[in-house]
């Protein structure tokens, strides 16, 4: 502690150059964190539906799940993964599907999902994909095949 003090009262000016430096990164750390906390894109956890009789509100799990029975369905997949996630603001969305399938051909596969979803996304409840990623796998794990 004397050690300290002693170095305090020698070198006053290291001392007060250091401060004016931990306060300044200080400050600078707290702006870049109050910024990301004002532009950062909100998640909304339901969609909701003005119509005439009322307003209408669907959550987000029940969106995932639709659309993964409708791929189960509609197309020849032994398993599906639906990762959705809407921003509040424009009706934006970011949209993940993990599939896998017993077929050879992947690509049509994967071209058949990205239709559905965009059928039904886009065209049913008026929300904007932004890029969707398709990724359909054979159900051994032999060989990888991405559509984006």
């Not at 707290?30 to 539906?49: D, M, P, R, W």
């Not at 029975?69 to 934006?92: G, P």
């Not at 399938?101 to 999902?113: I, K, P, T, W």
């Given at each position: 502690m004397k050690r300290i003090i002693k170095m305090i009262i020698e070198w006053p000016n290291i001392w007060q150059s250091v401060v004016i430096i931990l306060s300044s990164l200080t400050v600078l750390i707290g702006?870049?964190?109050?910024?990301?906390?004002?532009?950062?894109?909100?998640?909304a956890k339901e969609?909701?539906?003005q119509q005439t009789l009322g307003r209408v509100t669907i959550p987000?799990?029940?969106?995932?799940?639709?659309?993964?029975?409708?791929?189960?369905?509609q197309v020849n997949l032994q398993t599906v993964q639906v990762n959705l996630k809407i921003f509040?603001?424009?009706?934006?969305a970011n949209l993940k599907i993990f599939a896998t399938s017993l077929d050879q051909d992947y690509e049509a596969l994967g071209q058949q999902v990205l239709a559905i979803?965009?059928?039904?996304?886009?065209?049913?409840l008026n929300v904007n994909l932004k890029q969707p990623k398709i990724q359909v796998k054979p159900v051994q794990k032999e060989?990888?095949?991405?559509?984006v």
């Amino acid at each position: 502690m004397k050690r300290i003090i002693k170095m305090i009262i020698e070198w006053p000016n290291i001392w007060q150059s250091v401060v004016i430096i931990l306060s300044s990164l200080t400050v600078l750390i707290g702006a870049v964190l109050l910024l990301f906390g004002i532009f950062k894109q909100v998640k909304a956890k339901e969609i909701s539906f003005q119509q005439t009789l009322g307003r209408v509100t669907i959550p987000i799990a029940a969106i995932e799940k639709e659309l993964q029975h409708r791929l189960m369905s509609q197309v020849n997949l032994q398993t599906v993964q639906v990762n959705l996630k809407i921003f509040a603001k424009q009706r934006n969305a970011n949209l993940k599907i993990f599939a896998t399938s017993l077929d050879q051909d992947y690509e049509a596969l994967g071209q058949q999902v990205l239709a559905i979803a965009v059928a039904y996304l886009q065209k049913s409840l008026n929300v904007n994909l932004k890029q969707p990623k398709i990724q359909v796998k054979p159900v051994q794990k032999e060989k990888d095949v991405s559509v984006v």
